[in-house]
C-alpha cells in the first residue's frame, strides 16, 4: 500500500499572517528547520517528491530531494487556499480593518470565503482530488508531499477523521510531517 509523507513547508516571513498563495521565500528560521528536517528524514524511504508550487514548499522539496537524489514534482493543486483580500494580513489587521465581517467569517467558517478568496468547499475538492490522484498514479511505496497547513488539515480532518482542534496541532509546526496511508494516519 502506497504512504504518503506529508510534510509542511518551512517558515517564512509571513508567519503568523494569512499566506494562502502569496510566495515569499523561506527565511533564515526556515532554512534551519529544513536542516532539522533533513536529519529527521535521512532513514526513510521516500521514492518521490511532490511540493505545492509554491517557493516555501519547493525550496523545502528541493533540500530533501537533493539529500535523496530525487526531483520534486511541482503541482499546483498542492497550494494552500487563496485567502483573497486578506492575503498577507496579520487577524488583527483583519479586524481592524472590519471587525464585523472578521467576526462573522470566524462564526461561519469554513462555509464563508475570505473577501474574493477560495471558498473552503473549492479548496478541499481540490485538495482531495490531488490526494486521491497521487495514489492512483503513484508506484512508489513512499512519496513526499511537501505542502501547507491548510493542505495537510484538510487530509486529517476529511480523510483520517480528526476533530479541527487536533489538526490544527498537527500541523502547526512548520517542516512537521505526518504519514497517511488511504484513510488512516500511520
Known sequence: MNTLLFI???ETDLAGCFCGQL????NERG???IEELLKALKDESIDAIYASDLSRSLATADAIGRMLGLSPIAVPDLREIDFGEWEGLSWAEIESHDQAFARRWSEAYPNLAAPNGELFETFQSRVLTEIDRLLAVSSQRCAAVVTHAGVMRVVLR???GLEEE????RTK???GFFRYQQGRLV
Open 23 to 26: 510566495n515569499p521565500p523561506v
Open 158 to 160: 476529511s480523510r483520517c
Open 31 to 33: 532554512r534551519g528547520e
Open 8 to 10: 509542511r513547508h518551512a
Open 166 to 169: 487536533e489538526a490544527w496541532e
Open 173 to 175: 509546526a512548520y517542516c
